[in-house]
């Protein structure tokens, strides 16, 4: 399971890396990627409760 944890940040690291300089290659401000990433997990834990609640995981998976 260490191993798997491993591999997941792993890929998350380097992806991460390749997104900052792709989006400096076209021009973009990389610091709105970054911030968009930290949002998203700050407010991923109040919204998935709330979709849990109001959405079947069968309709939603099925969709």
Do not use: C, H
């Amino acid at each position: 399971m260490y191993f798997a944890y491993f591999l997941q940040l792993a890929v998350w690291g380097s992806w991460t890396i390749s997104l900052g300089a792709l989006a400096n290659e076209r021009g973009f401000d990389v610091g709105l990627f970054y911030s968009a990433f930290t949002f998203g997990a700050l407010f991923a834990p109040l919204f998935g409760p709330l979709a849990d609640r109001k959405f079947a995981a069968q309709k939603v998976a099925a969709f």
